[in-house]
């Protein structure tokens, strides 16, 4: 796992011209450019100490430093803008590289020794990462060295010009002959200088993930963090520098987003001067990571967007991204099948009888896609028929399924899906194989797989414990097991839950331990079922991170199912994560957590924006007029979808701010769009303002098929569309064409 890059081979081949001018290197100083942004850093000569000079808007010259009055006790480094700061030297800000050394003293200097650039970008070992070929990235390589710790680091630049995107990790390497130990290890820092920003970061907690939240950045630390052991639902490893005047489509916004599934923290510091400190890496209460002579830490990588065009732009850059050069699912530009989960019609309550009755019932109404929750595993006193026992005896049920996973699912996949030519039904399963109930053989057999710190007390939630998934034989349990499963029965789809935070870890390393563990084992999963459709869940959107977006095309979005709640969910998430990566369901009335009775239509209209969509309920009960509604919602969903995948996305208003949020989508080919708007209260007064659309083409006619009326993009944009709504909850869908 602890490897260094091998790559250094490789550069004395690559020309300026081969990396296309993303990247050059004048002397010391370092120009990275996209198309639309500059990333400019040098190596000041007096200190070998690496400088932020721009990140921003494309520019041509390296300028001098803003001039700040010398005196009082903020002096030296502290006053220029740091891209690797350590501890010691002149700088009272938090550093981005805290170590430990052997003899208890925290003081490091990484100085400047050398560089290379190379088209393309290495793999990070055993961390998810963006990747990309020669014509999509380039990478910049910078060595530093501590001469009197002996400790090295690597800096890793890589440029996505076509994204305006930068993926940034480092490695640390202790070349001496003591253990040094990094306390944190923050993989994105950079220093912006003196501008009024706002943070805008995704704040919340389970059923409530992921709402927008901004704030301006004052002196001292703005920050946030999650110690979960998982990105979590409470704050979410993204955070977004605006500047103040900067809205949805115009204005400057730097966007930062973790590629890592673990604990993390962020922050902006401002210090007196008024430059912007970004820090965004492990959180460092669960860092303290152990590196013996020889050894090499890498650090998870992270990513920044830069976008003049508003937050919507900085998010259209991160979809692009994370779709084309972070996914390596193959599933990721495919459309998804509509699809039933049994879990809030049947919960516990299933046996193969039951469940194919309710399989037979999703056939008719279309659905292609049935899906399994829970329940269907453990055996005899530790059969799983409530969340109290079963976890880790990953077994079909004998007395539930008493022929087995096999022959049950041979009757589902029997099954003709209606109005599709004939189509077999598909079967998906739920799994939470990060899990252990105490009541269960596995934790008979191995109670020290759990996570726990010496006699401690092990905390339960929901009456289960974490297995440790840093210790290898975890690894392989479940990389067995679940592979047994798979390979008994004809399954599609697999459901990836895991219901709880980490508390009671060994040590504080074993967080980032768990994830490498977590991506080794997944790793070999999806390389070893590649017909399998991944959908990570973590109780609702709890691990919705572009960790799990690397291996698993998509994740389930929140528990929270309620229309009205949900639309907050899904535009926040939005705002880093594409839609095509979200899954998002149509479930019963009145809702189970808001008790909301909103129609099935505008239920419909907020799901079928996701790249996954489906069915949480128990069809027989529909009310007749739901029934009728739901093969018109699947033929929609089926002509939204490609668009969903493949299409840019758009947050026309926001229902934080308006009481008519609306969407938009273009297909990739932009010759059509769709646009789901939405009224939250009837009202009297004011009318609903104009619904302005975006990015079409603006000399161009298009069609609204609902009508036959065409109007130019320019119209649309400009002028808008007049919408009308009657009551509370209505929404409407209009699919432009555009005339050729
Ligand atoms: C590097 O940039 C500095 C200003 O930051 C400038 O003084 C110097 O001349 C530049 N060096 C080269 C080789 O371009
Ligand atoms: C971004 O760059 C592309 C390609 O250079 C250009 O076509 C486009 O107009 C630019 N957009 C902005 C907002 O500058
Ligand atoms: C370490 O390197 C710096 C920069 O090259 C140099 O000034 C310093 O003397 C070196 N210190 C030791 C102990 O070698
Ligand atoms: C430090 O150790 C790393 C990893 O073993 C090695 O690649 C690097 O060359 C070493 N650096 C020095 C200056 O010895
Ligand atoms: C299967 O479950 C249903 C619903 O709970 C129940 O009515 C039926 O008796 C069960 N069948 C068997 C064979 O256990
Ligand atoms: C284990 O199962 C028993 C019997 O159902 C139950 O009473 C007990 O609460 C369960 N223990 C835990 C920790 O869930
Ligand atoms: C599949 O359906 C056919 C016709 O309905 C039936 O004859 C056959 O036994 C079924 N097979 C399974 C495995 O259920
Ligand atoms: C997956 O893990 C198993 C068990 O550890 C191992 O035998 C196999 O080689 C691994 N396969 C891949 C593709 O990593
Ligand atoms: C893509 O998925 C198909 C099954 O859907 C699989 O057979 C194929 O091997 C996958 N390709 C890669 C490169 O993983
Ligand atoms: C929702 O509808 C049910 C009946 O279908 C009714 O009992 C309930 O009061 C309604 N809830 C709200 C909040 O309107
Ligand atoms: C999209 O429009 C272009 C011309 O603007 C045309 O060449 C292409 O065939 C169209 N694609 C589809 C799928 O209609
Ligand atoms: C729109 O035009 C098409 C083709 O002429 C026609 O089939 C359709 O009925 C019209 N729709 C409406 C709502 O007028």
Redesign the pocket.
Known sequence: MLSILGLSLLTALVSAQANNGAITANGMNFTLTADNMSYLFHVDPAT?DLTSVHFGGPVDDFTPPANIYEGGWSDGLTNTRREFPDVGRSDFRLPAIHILHSGGDTVSAF?YQSHEIMAGKPDLPGLPATHGNEDDVTTLMVSLYD??SDVSAVLSYSIFPRYNAIARSFQISNNGSNEIVIERAASFSVDLPNLDLDLVELQGDWAHERNRVRRPVTYGETSFRSTEGYSSHVHNPFLALVSSDTGESQGEAWGFNLVYTGSFAATAERFSHGFVRVLLGLNPLHSSWHLQPGETFTSPEAVAVYSSEGLGGMSRSFHDLYRNHLSRSNKTFQTRPVLLNNWEGLGFDINETALVNLAEEAAELGIKLFVNDDGWFGNGEYARTSDNAGLGDWEVNRERFPNGLGPYVAQIDNLTVARTGGQDMQFGLWFEPEMVNQNSTLYQEHPEWAMHDRGYPRTLTRNQLVLNVALPEVQDYIIEVVSRIIDSANIQYIKWDNNRGIHEMPSPSTDHQYMLGLYRLIDNLTTTHPEILWEGCASGGGRFDAGLLYYWPQHWTSDNTDAADRLNIQLGTSLVYPPSSMGCHISAIPNGITQRNISIEYRAHVALWCGSFGLELNPSELSDEERAAVPGIIREYERINPMVISGSFYRLRLPEYSNWPAVQVISEDENQSVVFAFQQKNAVKPAAPPLRLQGLDASARYLNDADNSTYTGATYMNAGLNLAFEGDYDSQLIHLYKQQ
Do not use: C, T
Request: hydrophobic letters at 25%.
């Open positions: 070998l100085y001469n009197y």
